[in-house]
């Protein structure tokens, strides 16, 4: 998949991707934010070059006005991301789907996320996979994500509220872990929770920038392929230090 020909920043999980907005939804009704939604995958996303159906329908599927603020509403279906408190961000969609994909999920898996933020990702995870864990390392949001998931009928999905660094180790393995935010390597803990097979998507700081990185485990090794460069957000420490 190529992606020469957009620039891609990203903040929290993603800030801006160099491509025409899609307008806003100022007083729209569920119907016009379906029509929205649908223009998003069909522009933002699709002609970029993600072509799994089942992502795409899954990125139809899952309301992504459900997880802003209020006030940022009109604006859920632009293709951008969005704060959602605590110096945070929901997503670009384009962001989500690329990282989806990469990930090549069926109804078997089961995904550690770590970076929960809205909820967005992990929602679009569990409309793919049999299951999702998530990890939030701020506690207003990872309980705010979590309540709100419940409310939309996702059973599939477990929240904690704690350190991503450590994983989730009670869980392990998973066959897909996929991290939302910067260290400077990828985290020790997060390899050895890797499933034989099982694949790892996570931006890393690299001399010229940050660099998203696809990880495959095989045979004990990790074979490493990059995806696209960005810039994300560090992953923090409990105590406000960077990894």
């Known amino acids: 998949m190529s992606h020469s020909f957009y620039t891609i920043l990203v903040s929290g999980a993603a800030l801006m991707s160099v491509f025409p907005g899609e307008g806003h939804a100022e007083g729209a009704g569920d119907a016009d934010f379906a029509v929205l939604r649908k223009r998003m995958v069909t522009t933002q996303i699709e002609r970029r070059g993600v072509k799994d159906a089942r992502v795409l329908d ?9 997880f802003v603020p209020r006030q940022h509403v009109a604006d859920s279906y632009d293709d951008r991301p969005l704060p959602i ?5 929901i997503s670009q969609p384009y962001i989500v789907a690329l990282m989806t994909e990469a990930l090549g999920l069926d109804r078997t898996k089961k995904v550690l996320e770590i970076g929960t933020g ?6 679009v995870l569990a409309e793919l996979c049999d299951s999702v864990y998530t990890v939030e390392i701020v506690e207003n949001l990872g309980k705010k994500a979590e309540k709100l998931l419940s409310e939309l009928g996702y059973k599939n ?25 910067a260290p400077s390597h990828v985290p020790e803990p997060l390899i050895e929770q890797l499933a034989e ?7 890393v700081d690299v001399t010229w920038g940050q660099d998203l990185i696809l990880m495959v485990k095989s045979q ?3 074979k490493k392929e990059s995806i696209v460069p960005v810039r994300f957000v560090p992953m923090m420490r409990e105590d406000g230090r960077e990894y």
């Not at 408190?85 to 961000?89: A, I, L, P, Y």
């Not at 809205?118 to 929602?123: D, H, K, L, P």
């Open 157 to 181: 999905i477990k929240v904690k509220i704690g350190d991503g660094y450590a994983g989730w180790p009670e869980y392990r393995p998973f066959d897909a872990i996929i991290v939302t935010c």
């Open 220 to 222: 004990g090794q990790l």
């Open 58 to 66: 899954a990125m139809l599927k899952v309301e992504r006005h459900r």
């Open 197 to 203: 097979n099982g694949k790892l998507i996570i931006p």
């Open 118 to 123: 809205s909820g967005y990702q992990a929602a």
């Open 85 to 89: 408190g605590e110096g945070q961000t």
